[in-house]
């Protein structure tokens, strides 16, 4: 998707390991986001910036930390993962109240 | 929660037909958004609909918006197969957009 980038696209990490998906934009957007997308759930709101160091917890956020350091780069870290965690998870960004534009996701699995 | 809802969940159709998907939401908006979303990939940006606005065309998409119900719907005229998709409304609140659990439309050749 032109203007973000999520890595790692695939992940398979062992349950109370510590782990951290980079979203990259380069459009110079003033707010990222990350999603999780679970079937039956639809996607929920883990963290949001609003700007350099300015981040705000959304609706799923225990057991998840962001951080962003510069305005291209928003990391979300899972502190100790869990079974619970398997996922996929989408970073997008959008500049006021147009739309999203989303990346094209990271699948996480927690054994 | 605040996130709209899709009906019907699923939706199956030949191609060249006609496809309608609802939403419903809870709280008053800022604008309404529809997504599409195909299997594997990220959500796309389909179309915006302002809450001072009642409908919206972009080539095949028709967008309905009706405040007083806390509902719209998406009309995707001519079905393609390319179309099959999941589709997701999203509504903007406050400073955030949530997003309800999505139609899967499948359109059969």
């Known amino acids: 998707d032109a203007g973000i980038t999520q890595s790692p696209r695939h992940k398979v990490t062992e349950t109370g390991t510590p782990v951290t998906l980079r979203c990259h934009q380069t459009?110079?957007?003033?707010?990222m986001y990350w999603y999780r997308q679970d079937p039956g759930h639809g996607l929920r709101l883990i963290h949001y910036s609003y700007g350099v160091k300015d981040t705000d917890k959304g609706e799923v956020s225990d057991g998840y930390s962001v951080s962003r350091s510069k305005t291209e780069d928003f990391l979300l870290t899972l502190e100790s993962a869990t079974s619970s965690q398997t996922s996929v998870y989408f970073c997008a960004i959008s500049e006021g109240l147009r739309g999203y534009t989303f990346g094209s996701g990271t699948r996480l699995t927690v054994v | 929660s605040q996130q709209g809802e899709e009906d019907p969940q699923a939706l199956s159709i030949q191609e060249g037909e006609n496809a309608t998907m609802n939403c419903s939401y809870k709280?008053?908006?800022?604008?309404l958004q529809w997504y599409r979303q195909n299997s594997g990939r990220g959500l796309v940006h389909l179309i915006l609909i302002r809450s001072n606005e009642r409908e919206k065309h972009s080539g095949r998409l028709r967008v309905t918006l009706d405040t007083s119900k806390k509902s719209s719907s998406l009309l995707i005229t001519a079905s393609r197969a390319a179309d099959t998709a999941s589709y997701f409304c999203?509504?903007?609140?406050?400073?955030?957009?949530?997003f309800g659990t999505g139609t899967s439309l499948t359109v059969i050749p």
């Open positions: 459009e110079n957007h003033r707010y």
């Open positions: 709280t008053s908006i800022n604008n």
């Open positions: 999203a509504t903007f609140t406050g400073n955030q957009f949530y």
